[in-house]
């Protein structure tokens, strides 16, 4: 942000940037299609952003560093690992609500990154998969959750709020905090009445 709050060019870029990659896929988008999204000449942009791949590089490494950092507050937190999964599980939607593109790109378009950056945002992401399993673990250890596969949980977890980056849209039928109430309901209480 510059000292006036307004987004610098680069964050602007940046941005629409990732809207553009959610809907024609990294490829499918060149940078004459992100400046005239932003309203500049191409010319102009590198004066901000060096290639395409910077800024793909840009977007996947900012979110798996939210992801993680997260993470590892919620580790720290003095709470049961069900209230753990919880918190996590909403930190999870609130990004994707609140940085879909984004999260989007970071998701469906990290396979581009040059071989280098890929291995360690694939070791980014393990860390921060390890760690969430850890607390599934824990948890299963402690009584607090049924006995299964912390994989297993894990996995059906991230796979049931992944789809939250393509439907959720603000004005929909319910708020970003009833869609967070609703998953939780559903991933950690199941369908049934009991």
């Not at 024609?24 to 500049?40: E, F």
């Amino acid at each position: 942000m510059t000292k006036n709050g307004k987004p610098t060019k680069r964050q602007v870029i940046l941005e629409e940037a990732a809207k553009l990659f959610k809907d024609k896929g990294y490829v499918g988008t060149s940078m004459r299609d992100i400046a005239g999204q932003v309203g500049m000449e191409a010319a102009s942009m590198y004066n901000h952003i060096k290639s395409k791949d910077e800024i793909l590089d840009s977007i996947c490494f900012r979110i798996s560093d939210i992801y993680i950092a997260q993470l590892q507050e919620v580790e720290e937190l003095p709470l049961s690992f069900g209230e753990k999964i919880r918190v996590l599980i909403r930190l999870h939607i609130q990004l994707m609500v609140e940085d879909g593109p984004d999260v989007s790109v970071a998701n469906h378009d990290y396979k581009y990154l040059p071989t280098s950056r890929l291995t360690e945002f694939t070791e980014a992401r393990r860390r921060y998969e390890k760690g969430f399993a850890a607390l599934i673990a824990a948890g299963v250890a402690a009584g607090e959750f049924q006995a299964v596969n912390p994989t297993v949980a894990l996995y059906t977890i991230l796979s049931a709020v992944r789809w939250v980056e393509l439907w959720f849209k603000p004005g929909r039928s319910l708020s970003a905090q009833e869609l967070e109430d609703h998953i939780i309901t559903m991933l950690l209480n199941g369908l049934e009445k009991r």
